[in-house]
């Protein structure tokens, strides 16, 4: 076998192995799917009345349900980096990875396997939050096509969180710390046009929320299953994307490797 065939059949091991994890120890995921269903919730009957009363539908009509499910879809997708952060930095702290070390492992399969896993876990999580929305009447408007790309985009985005929670687990040095490192991500979708529209917003609050990775994403991403004009909004989606996931991977991979020689 070469090189290549022994990485990915040991990162499929890791993969496995996290997948197992995932299923003796589901706390985590779940809470990964709690928390977004709870908003989305929230949103819709508790304030939803309020806030959408300032808000016509994404094509220009409609019930808030329509506009808010979108974000909160997308929160989902930021929900799964608080469970990789502290995946990666257990098996950190608990010497596992010393064991790993001392064996014939492929060094890329610790992080991969940890990587794929939680991507999977996610994108299960979003598809659970996205059937919630529809059961409680979110209708997008989108073509079998516009689906893929939506899904394509939030597979990208929950690739590159992903990843820089994994750099996050690496050098958190415990478990509760690694907690706290993600949370940012999972609330920045707030200050973007998750929830109200960004010109809804105070001037100095606008001009963060307009320029913030997540608005562009959110906005292609409701464009995609609203059929809204997307603009320039899925060209920078792509860019955030694409940006965040190199930034995480070369962060994640170089804290990997200065953990080797300790």
Known sequence: MSTLSYAVSDSLTMLRRNLRHAQRYPSMTISTVVMPVMMLLLFNYAFGGAIGAGISGPGGGGAYIDYVAPGIILMAATAGAVATAVGVCVDMTEGIVNRFRTMSISRAAFLTGHVVGSVIQTLIAVALVIGVALAIGFRPDASPVE????????????????????????????????????????????????????????????????????????????????????????????????????AGYLWARSAFGRTAKR
């Open 147 to 246: 689906w893929l790309a939506a899904i394509g985009l939030l597979a990208l985005l929950i690739l590159a969180l992903t990843w820089l929670a994994a750099g996050m687990g690496l050098v958190a040095r415990t478990p509760g710390s690694a907690s706290n490192a993600p949370l940012p991500l999972t609330f920045l979708p707030f200050l973007g046009s998750a929830i109200v529209p960004t010109d809804s917003m105070p001037t100095g609050l606008r001009w963060f929320a307009e320029y913030q990775p997540f608005t562009p994403v959110i906005e292609t991403l409701r464009g995609l299953l609203m059929g809204t004009e997307i603009g320039s909004s899925g060209y920078l989606a792509l860019a955030w994307c694409l940006g965040l996931a190199l």
